[in-house]
């Protein structure tokens, strides 16, 4: 069996729109020796043998034996730093910054994806005792910082597992982030994916909660072009692209990393003005991504791409907001969680490089 070939294939069948966006998510297979991890800032859709990262995992295990800087800053760099050392070098890009992760799994085969219909749950209030009574066999972790922290969490809670159980997990839920799947064959890897979408719609249909995000129609041109010309006088600049969609009951706070990234933490809604913008920024310290205003939702960024993105995020956000509805309702991140993401080097370079 080509290890490389078959992740590929997995990453192409778990890189849809049912599983992640944009650039979410991450895969990898490992032997002994060598991890191979999608590179940071790219689509699983896009995947090839020829661009996985390549990792050393005796380098990459420095990590586990470190004493990291309280810092986070400091912290962060000091894992990148490691990361590119474990590099091969004839391998390309950047690795996942999730790759220690994928390490601490002897499974073969590691897929990370952030389904909405699995962020239904993680995101929920009552997401840790619903996954207890769906998936028993699961390991559920609360939120935790992407990057380092992460990993050392869930190297612990994979060795708490295999003491209570006897082996690792299968799978492994994150709270308000996503599924991770192990398995030895890509067989185990889909099945186990299927029970998972299946248990968790089965949940939905009997709590009569929709798949399908609900999306008034669009306004008169007329007025998303007015609205448009309002939001760039608000920015300040013509040079600013926007993508349109009529009105759903968008997220009001961060649900995930990924929805951080790409569609940031809070839309902005009112009366939009220069003065409002200059508002919004200096209390989080950008412009708003999304503006729901004039009954439309604005995706608003520097690239018409960006702003697809955004809008296709909030969108997905939306919707797993209306999932949560059938495990007790949203339960937003943090402050302090979603300001970690936001100002995080590695996520920067994962938008960057889309």
Known sequence: MDILQTITELSHRFGTVDYVRGGGGNTSCKDDDTLWVKPSGTTLADLTPETLVALDRKKLARLYEMTPPADPTRREALVKETMAAAALPETPGRASVEAPLHDSLQAQ??????????????????????????????????????????????????????????????????KNHGVVVGADTPDTIKTLHARIMKTLTMEYKRAKISLNLDIAPLPDEEVVNAAKETISHAFGTNEICTETSGMFDYAEGPISPDHIVYARSRPFTGNLSREAAKTYQSQTGYLPHIIAFNNAVFGVASTQKKAALALELARDGALVKQLTEAFGGIDYMTERASKFIEHWEFESYRSKQL
């Open 109 to 174: 085969f590691v897929v990370h994806t952030h389904p909405a219909i699995v962020n239904g749950m993680t995101c929920s209030k009552k997401g840790y005792e619903i996954c207890k009574t769906l998936f028993p066999d699961a390991l559920w972790l609360n939120y935790i910082d992407p990057g380092y922290t992460l990993c050392m969490q869930v190297r612990q809670g994979i060795e708490n597992f295999k003491k209570l159980h006897g082996h690792e997990p299968e799978v492994i839920f994150l």
